[in-house]
């Protein structure tokens, strides 16, 4: 794998290598059984197939047709461009692949589902580096949010910033029920603000009124509030997770593909289409934005406000 990173990642900074319509068509991810039709349980036990990078570990259950992805990027699951990179290879390689269906995208590190954009990624870097991470992180989002896969996390630990966006741009979201875990869009607590395409997954979740205030206030929710303001659909015990994720999955998968598929693309396509039409002015709205000094200043003092918590 480590071969092919460099390569996507080539890919990845240049617009319209990885189109969208590159993945099978909507009706095309055809239903390999009828929907609802239980499978033969030999099949559910035997059919497991895992690959791996270093920072994402995928496990493809083929009898289900549904697959894992669990991030696993020490310390604290931060969205650096390497791992942007090979969260784009897995995904990629899970939507051309008609017996998978539906991903569910976990944590494989304890307490912490993803602490968001790496932020080292954001601080003295060069015009170039910039522009490429903006692009992978326009990646992973137009990835998953346009995915034809039914699409769950879960969130088995905190998840601020990027790890929430992650987690809004799926299909369903299923928390760990722990009062210490919490999630939002924290970005103006950095100083920073929260792109047009951040804050649109989020009104389409929550509704314009919870959005506005939670993202002025750069809230981080706990679980329960949360699940009362509806940006996670259901709290479980953390044992329970990856059993509610998949039944979860198999009962959107009772439905007929392409009625699925194609519902999910009326309802985010507008979305979607926004920030296709407007990849690069984002970017470069991004490098402006994060290369002014007081932005830069902002950054360092939340790396360090981190730094001494910790001490
Ligand atoms: C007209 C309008 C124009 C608008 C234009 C807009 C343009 C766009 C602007 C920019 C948009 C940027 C959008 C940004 C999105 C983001 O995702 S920013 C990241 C936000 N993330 C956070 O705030 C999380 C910060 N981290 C934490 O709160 C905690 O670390 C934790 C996740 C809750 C875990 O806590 P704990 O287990 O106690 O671990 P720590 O000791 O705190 O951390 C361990 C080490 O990890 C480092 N670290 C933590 N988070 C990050 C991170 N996100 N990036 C990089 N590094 C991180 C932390 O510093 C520790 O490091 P060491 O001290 O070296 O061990």
Redesign the pocket.
Known sequence: MAAVAPTLARRIARPGMLPLCSRPQAWGRAARQSPGLPRAPSLLLTQRRAFSNNKILVELDEGSGIATMKLKSP??N??SLDFLTEFCISLEKLENNRGCRGVIFTSAIP??FS??????E?CRKSTEHYAEFWRAVQEMWLRVYGSNMVTVAAING?S????C?LALSCDYRIMAENPKFSIGL??A??G????FW?KDTFVNVVGHRVAERSLQLGCLHSAPEALRIGLVDELVPEEKLQDKAAAVIAQWLALPDHARQLTKSMMRKLVLDRLVAHREEDIQ??IS??TKESIQKSLHM??EM??K??G
């Open positions: 310390p604290v931060s969205l307490k912490i602490s968001g954009l790496d932020i080292t954001m905190s601020p910033a990027g790890g966006l924290n970005e607590q950095l920073i603000v929260a792109p951040f709205n991004f934005f994060i939340y790396m981190l730094k918590k910790k």
